[in-house]
């Protein structure tokens, strides 16, 4: 059973950076598959970044790309969102979600079966 665990959100200006970390436990590093969601109150939830392959491969989604970086430490099997350039439509609850299986792009949350119970980010402008 994969678990997951969000941390590092919290409040900045616009323009700032936030680095927010998912733990897992129960996957091993090289078979581990982890994406990014977002969900905003009244919006749905939508897919930010993607990281699998071994932590070789990423996914962008277009809200993402030039300001955001996924990436993997092997070591403790923890996957990292570096999230620069913040801006007030950033704010959301973030979420770490893993797939038991291959997922096609873009991201779909429906295709991920485990999830975090998630971490707040907040830009204030």
């Known amino acids: 059973q994969v678990q997951l665990v969000e941390s590092g959100g919290g409040s900045v200006q616009a323009g700032g950076s936030l680095k927010i970390s998912c733990a897992a436990s129960g996957v091993t590093t090289d078979k581990l598959r982890l994406a990014w969601f977002r969900q905003a109150p009244g919006k749905e939830r939508e897919g930010v970044a993607y990281?699998?392959?071994?932590?070789?491969?990423?996914y962008y989604a277009d809200v993402a790309k030039g300001r955001f970086t996924i990436s993997q430490d092997n070591a403790k099997n923890t996957v990292i969102l570096q999230m620069n350039n913040l801006k007030p439509e950033d704010t959301a609850m973030y979420y770490c979600?893993?797939?038991?299986?291959?997922?096609?792009?873009?991201?779909?949350?429906?295709?991920?079966?485990?999830w975090g119970k998630g971490t707040q980010v907040t830009v204030s402008s």
């Open positions: 990281i699998y392959n071994g932590g070789r491969t990423t």
């Open positions: 979600a893993s797939p038991s299986a291959s997922v096609g792009l873009p991201l779909n949350a429906a295709h991920f079966d485990y």
